[in-house]
């Protein structure tokens, strides 16, 4: 009995010390970049009582949680890892909420996803179908953007869900990932393109025209100048990089230009504002997941919409 005490106590032992919510969210706000007087300003306090906040939180840890630097104070390594821990606490105690809500009002409220482009297009839309029927009261928030920018959203609460990859720079520990599906590309031109005509397109042809594409670094760039050089092809003429795929299709549609897209999003635009060349050089971005984060318990309507995204299959383009 006494060892399981004693191991109890050591779980406890920033509760039994005094460590409160205010420390939490003080410590949450500085992780995610902000200096002592915004995190104060965002607390509703006067940065006086956040710097008092922050030397009980170190008291209470037993350790210095930030330094000095010449832009302000930044955490150490100790502040970061109680900070991350900080913020993972307030995402349930927020989701605690939320699905309080929802049991008193059945599956309502609001569910927060985020995608990248390709998946939001393939399983987002008939998802949302699905979910407008089985969950009329619900209020579905979407944000697309890259994976890096999504998983970010996540760790901050502002995301429950994430159609995504797992960024170089993040621990794979951080999240919980349910892998779906690879991300096949086309290559799209304008309608009447001189490309659209030609009775056996060879993949060199392409290289004749300027090509648009997101910036170097990017996977969409670096997975096409790949498969460019496997197949014995020069890089192409980039004229303009973007990662807005509406910004390349209007381009495409007022050039010449060759751009890849995901092919969700190719065949849903196809025949009006593109078209999709008749050639398939196996271009192919990584395989995408379904990410929360790790052991975070989801609402229920969450789960549900969780749910939804994983069952969805690709139908024809727009939504009922």
């Known amino acids: 009995m006494g060892t399981y005490q004693n191991r109890d106590e050591s779980a406890d032992r920033l509760l039994r010390r005094g460590l409160k919510l205010g420390h939490l969210q003080l410590l949450a706000l500085l992780e995610r970049g902000c200096q002592l007087g915004m995190a104060a300003e965002a607390l509703g306090i006067a940065q006086p009582a956040a710097s008092r906040l922050l030397s009980e939180a170190e008291r209470i840890a037993g350790c210095p949680l930030r330094r000095r630097d010449g832009r302000g104070i930044q955490l150490t390594a100790e502040g970061v890892a109680l900070a991350r821990r900080a913020g993972r606490v307030i995402g349930e105690l927020n989701d605690a909420e939320r699905e309080l809500s929802e049991i008193a009002a059945g599956l309502s ?16 839309l008939p998802a949302l179908r699905n979910a407008r029927l089985s969950m009329p009261k ?34 794979a520990t951080l999240f919980d990932v349910t892998p779906l599906s690879d991300e096949p590309v086309a290559l799209v031109v304008r309608p009447g393109h001189r490309l659209l005509s030609m009775p056996e397109l060879a993949p060199a042809d392409l290289l004749d025209y300027d090509w648009i594409l997101p910036a170097r670094g990017t996977i969409l760039h670096d997975t096409v100048q790949d498969r460019l050089e496997r197949l014995g092809l020069p890089a ?62 989801l609402p229920r309507a969450a789960q549900r919409m969780a749910e939804l995204l994983v069952q969805a299959v690709p139908d024809a383009p727009g939504i009922d």
Do not use: H, K, W
């Open 138 to 171: 619900l209020r579905i928030q979407i944000e697309v953007g890259n994976s890096g920018e999504l998983a970010e959203a996540l760790l901050d609460g502002r995301l429950d869900l994430a159609l995504a990859r797992l960024p170089d720079d993040r621990s």
């Open 109 to 124: 409220g609001e569910v927060r996803i985020g995608a990248v482009t390709g998946p939001a297009m393939d399983r987002v």
């Open 236 to 297: 192409p003429r980039v004229g303009v990089t973007t990662s807005s795929f509406l910004l390349t299709l209007a381009l495409v549609q007022r050039s010449n230009a060759v751009a890849p897209l995901a092919r969700a999003v190719a065949s849903r635009f196809a025949g009006g504002a593109c078209a999709i060349l008749p050639i398939d050089l196996g271009i192919s971005v990584l395989p995408y997941g379904l990410m929360t984060r790790a052991g975070a318990a």
